[in-house]
């Protein structure tokens, strides 16, 4: 929900702090601030709103020093404002933060009876204080951040700096990440390698619980139960963490394009040489012992999983129950012998979702993962992960991690069916070809790009829209919902078709457009018959489908999107770019901030 970076440098650290923080914008952007040591003492600047504010007040308010700690923020706790951005600073002590510490009010009792007072409404600022307070009883920075830590509940990711001291910084991670970057002389830390990829391709990742003190030259890692341990040091890939819009006005635009690219990647990594099977990275999994799956994620990655849900029983024959991880985690329920526990996550932060696999750790037969980060807490904490291969995704709208995970998901489907034996080979053979031809037809796909952006200018007038699909094409139009509120702010939801009629056909009227996504398929029929009772109650139909479809049932429709036809079972992945694209060009006629929608944060790494 929020970035954070560090330097211990040897040159002027405010313009490498905020080149950083550019790259860890879309993890929250309700302001940003850097703190440095600046000839022995610290110093700040802070600024609502996006980052660029912060540039802008550095210009005529510039910070000196060459060790320095940045932020940018999402509000958990205290409206964006200067007043609670962070660097949150007490004393000689200054803090940055992303998490949210649960005894924080507890906490600031304590400081309170202590005579210390409080400036925000933040729980950040009981870190800089707590450790202020360690530091008024005596204690060296080293210890006053040690013993602060011990007292936090919650999740944090943490970086602290502290008056005349130019080379120290400690540097803590309990359930949201945080990396060290080795540099020549200098050290880094940063939320996420993207982060850090500008100063070093040198990464330690931290563990759960560990904290850890950093000069320009030594790193010192501590794990949670205070002894000293040693994690690796990896090179990333620069240019896997490459951020820029390849010439496109988005990053949503670009992630949209990159998708028949990268799914082609996927596609390369799972089928082998000869077309025939799909093989698993390092590792396996023995779907004849597995009687149910369990699915687990939020937002668009569970929207993946629930149209998994349909492949896993319709290919596979085996038993799916798909769930969002808020819900899941709380309600604990029970995990039957031979179950897998499948968690799809693009970040593989997200709060909710690492807390369930947590809950299904030492239950399920076998924790999987389906994540877009090989290195990410859920990545690491599961027994097998499969990577998507989508490469870096800025936009806080999922769109190519989308159609990745639906690709690797159909992929898994296929594996378990042929061990299985529920498939004939023909079949399996004819799946697994339009599989490796998805990339072209994506292309085709991408065609669509002209009329969706004259389509989307009309709705972009509608107050309301609902989404209709059968079949896969249900969750899909659950997800299309969910790209154009998020997006747009137009409310949007979306219903099983044959759902319609036992309460949502009350909402139509002239007004609301329906788009109802519809291949020529299988349950086509029952899906026209819908929209003739939309429009016979005025109801404004957009029809999405091929061009057979449109032959069918395209007359009286208010307007219509013409697709390529794919095998029906690729139909959902096909299906997610007109999802992806109504909700594109409807946000820019309406002028909402495309890649930084208000509100949100790429990944979700509080609950
Ligand atoms: C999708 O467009 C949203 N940004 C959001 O729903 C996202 O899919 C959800 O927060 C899950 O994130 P994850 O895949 O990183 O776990």
Not at 101 to 106: G, L, P, Q, S
Request: hydrophobic share 45%.
């Amino acid at each position: 929900m929020c970035g954070i970076v560090g330097v211990l440098g040897t040159h002027e650290v405010a313009p490498l702090l905020v080149e950083s923080l550019k790259r860890l914008e879309y993890r929250g952007y309700d302001s940003a601030g850097i703190a440095t040591v600046n000839r022995g003492k610290l110093d700040r600047r802070r600024a609502v709103g996006k980052l660029v504010n912060l540039s802008d007040l550095l210009v005529h308010e510039p910070l000196a020093g060459t060790s320095g700690i940045g932020h940018t923020r999402w509000a958990t706790h205290g409206a964006p404002s200067v007043t609670n951005a962070h660097p949150h600073q007490s004393g000689p002590v200054a803090v940055v933060h992303n998490g949210i510490i649960e005894n924080f009010r507890e906490l600031r009792e304590e400081l309170a009876a202590k005579g210390q007072s409080f400036v925000t409404q933040t729980d950040t600022e009981t870190i800089a204080l707590l450790a202020h307070q360690y530091m008024l009883e005596g204690a060296d920075a080293r210890t006053a951040a040690e013993k602060t830590i011990a007292r936090l509940h919650g999740a944090f990711a943490l970086a602290f700096l502290f008056d005349g001291e130019d080379d120290l910084m400690i540097a803590a991670r309990k359930g949201s990440p945080l990396a060290i970057g080795h540099g020549d002389g200098e050290m880094f830390v940063g939320s996420d390698a993207i982060a850090l990829t500008p100063m070093t391709d040198r990464i330690t990742y931290l563990e759960e619980g560990d904290w850890a003190v950093l000069t320009r030259t030594s790193v010192e890692i501590r794990d949670a139960n205070g002894q000293l341990a040693n994690r690796a040091e990896r090179r990333i890939q620069i240019d896997s963490t490459r951020v820029d819009k390849g010439g496109h006005k988005h990053f949503m635009a670009k992630e949209i394009a990159e998708q028949p690219r990268v799914i082609g990647e996927a596609v390369r990594h799972y089928i082998d040489e000869d077309g025939a099977r799909v093989v698993l990275p390092r590792g396996e999994i023995d779907f004849t012992k597995i009687r149910r799956v369990t699915m687990v994620a939020c937002g668009t990655a569970y929207y993946a999983c629930f149209t998994a849900k349909y492949w896993f029983e319709q290919l596979a024959r085996v038993p799916v129950e798909v769930d969002i991880a808020s819900e899941f985690r709380y309600r604990e329920p029970p995990i039957e012998e031979g179950t897998l526990a499948l968690f799809v996550s693009q970040s593989g932060e997200t709060a909710d979702t690492l807390a369930a696999l947590r809950y299904c750790a030492g239950k399920a037969t076998k924790i999987v993962s389906v994540v877009n980060v090989p290195e990410s807490s859920i990545a690491r904490e599961s027994d097998l992960a499969l990577p998507i291969h989508a490469g870096a995704e800025i936009g806080v709208a999922s769109t190519k991690a989308f159609t990745c995970q639906l690709t690797v998901l159909l992929m898994l489907a296929l594996h378990a069916s042929a061990q299985r034996g529920t498939l004939p080979k023909e079949e399996r053979a004819r799946l697994l070809s339009a599989l490796r031809s998805l990339p072209s037809t994506m292309v085709t796909g991408l065609e669509i790009n002209a009329p969706t952006e004259t389509l989307s200018r009309k709705l972009a007038e509608a107050q309301d829209v609902l989404f209709l699909g059968r079949g896969p094409l249900y969750p899909l139009a659950l997800e299309a919902a969910l790209k154009l509120k998020e997006i747009s702010y137009i409310h949007a939801e979306a219903y099983a078709s044959g759902e319609l009629k036992h309460g949502p056909i009350a909402l139509i009227d002239n007004k609301m457009p329906v788009v109802v996504m519809a291949p020529r398929d299988a349950l086509f029929d029952k899906t026209v018959s819908n929209m003739q009772e939309v429009m016979a109650r005025g109801g404004k139909v957009v029809l999405v489908t091929d061009e057979q479809g449109r032959a069918e049932a395209g007359d009286g429709v208010w307007e219509t999107l013409i697709i390529p036809h794919v095998d029906p079972v690729l139909a959902p992945i096909l299906y997610a770019l007109p999802a992806q694209l109504i909700a594109y060009h409807t946000a820019i006629a309406k002028g909402t901030d495309v890649d930084q929608p208000r509100n949100l944060a790429k990944s979700v790494t509080v609950e």
